[in-house]
């Protein structure tokens, strides 16, 4: 079992960015594939980034490639969102789930698929 503690939320302004962390306990944190999800006011969770976990394999959907980047530091049970030229379109709450199955090869996209969360953070971008 893993808890997820996930913080760094904040109101923004457009083409501004933030950082968001994820503390993580217990033991087999390194042996999970870790993920961040949104969702937006109104709409459904839906999945911004992932990455393995060694951290040598990292999953984004075309809404947030080349403006988020995914890491983690499994010495400190920590993984990290860096949101750069954020947009309004990003608001909502941001949440960090762990896939409950170890050394997976895949990245899964759905949210079905993690078995841990956290109880999320709030991004909000102003035009």
């Known amino acids: 079992q893993v808890q997820l503690v996930d913080f760094g939320g904040g109101l923004v302004q457009a083409g501004g960015s933030l950082r968001l962390s994820c503390a993580a306990s217990?033991?087999?944190?390194?042996?999970?594939?870790m993920a961040w999800f949104r969702q937006p006011p109104g709409k459904e969770r839906e999945i911004v980034a992932a990455?393995?976990?060694?951290?040598?394999?990292?999953y984004y959907p075309d809404s947030t490639k080349e403006r988020f980047t995914v890491s983690r530091d499994n010495s400190k049970n920590a993984v990290y969102l860096q949101m750069n030229n954020l947009k309004p379109d990003d608001t909502g709450v941001y949440f960090c789930?762990?896939?409950?199955?170890?050394?997976?090869?895949?990245?899964?996209?759905?949210?079905?698929?993690?078995?841990?969360w956290g109880e999320g953070t709030q991004v909000t971008v102003s035009s």
């Open positions: 789930a762990a896939d409950g199955r170890i050394y997976q090869a895949t990245l899964f996209r759905d949210r079905d698929d993690y078995s841990w």
């Open positions: 990455i393995n976990w060694s951290g040598d394999s990292t």
């Open positions: 217990g033991r087999r944190f390194s042996m999970y594939a």
